[in-house]
């Protein structure tokens, strides 16, 4: 073993510090390189952080509110609304600004059209009227004029379906409307009319034809909004409030089975010829209290 000057090992001794300027030349640029990067790393991280915001909410716009004028609630969009108490057009319930009245009118419209009416003919008028329920018509993107806009090729599919059912004619507005049995004529609709538009625009529920199929991103095309752009927002559900008669219904339901109750009660304890000759002794009695009250 080695010993040094002072009596300490030479194995115990430090090897000599290499000056900066010892060090390869070549690692030189690397080390300017990362120390700039992490002096530089917090605005990089706020420029991300910046970017992301910025794309989050282009990818959450709002909603296009729904339309007041066809009775929707223009506070809010269209609405998930699945397994509540909407009555009809199932397929628009995850996208809808319909709520349970507006699906009970469609549904009532649609009580017109499938009057011995053929299977096809059913089918495409339900999925027609059920377009009012559909998101984007709620919402107006496919409307015009307070109208539901049909595509072409859609409103050709529903008077295709519909050509040998019967219609008559609706009025002095020159409309087609479905035949009812109070209809006085009747006739197939291929002999009313052979446009399809023509007969899509003279129904009575509101609806208009594009002027061509390059405009079916603003027309109804017979595919749901929920399909084509996803759910909406899910609407919390709120559980019906029961109607509560006037006070004086109650009163008079309440004195109708009373009246029933006593009614019973007297047929079991009263003999049956007592029974038969109580109207005549109310009504006596009733006429002696009127003849006493003139006498007086």
């Known amino acids: 073993m080695a010993w040094g000057l002072l009596g300490i090992p030479m194995d115990l001794v430090p090897p000599p510090l290499v000056p900066p300027q010892a060090l390869d030349t070549t690692t030189a640029p690397f080390l300017d390189a990362a120390v700039t990067a992490l002096r530089h790393a917090p605005l990089l991280v706020l420029c991300l952080l910046q970017l992301f915001s910025v794309g989050a909410g282009a990818s959450e716009a709002p909603e296009e509110p729904c339309v007041k004028s066809l009775g929707f609630n223009e506070s809010s969009g269209p609405k998930d609304r699945s397994f509540q108490d909407l009555q009809f057009c199932n397929e628009h319930h995850k ?25 096809r003919c059913a089918q495409m008028s339900r999925l027609a009227l059920c377009s009012l329920c559909d998101g984007d018509v709620g919402s107006g993107i496919k409307l015009r004029m307070n109208s539901v806009l049909l595509c072409p090729s859609f409103c050709k599919r529903w008077f295709q379906a519909c050509v040998e059912d019967l219609f008559a004619p609706g009025g002095s507005a020159g409309g087609i409307v479905p035949c009812m049995p109070s209809a006085v004529v009747c006739s197939p609709l291929g002999e009313i009319t052979e446009d399809a538009a023509t007969f899509c625009r003279s129904l009575p529920n509101g609806f208009d034809v594009a ?37 004086w219904r109650t009163l008079q339901q309440q004195m109708y089975r009373d009246a029933t109750y006593l009614q019973h009660a007297i047929s079991r304890r009263l003999p049956r010829w007592i029974q038969f000759y109580i109207p005549f002794i109310i009504t006596g009695v009733i006429g002696l209290l009127f003849a006493c009250c003139i006498l007086r």
């Open 211 to 247: 002027d061509s199929e390059e405009d079916s991103e603003h027309c109804f095309d017979g595919v749901p909004a929920a399909r084509s752009r996803g759910k909406g927002p899910k609407q919390p559900y709120t559980r019906p409030q029961p109607v509560r008669p006037p006070w």
């Open 95 to 119: 996208r809808t600004c319909c709520e349970k009245n507006h699906s009970r009118q469609v549904l009532t419209q649609f009580s017109v059209f499938s009057h011995d009416r053929s299977p």
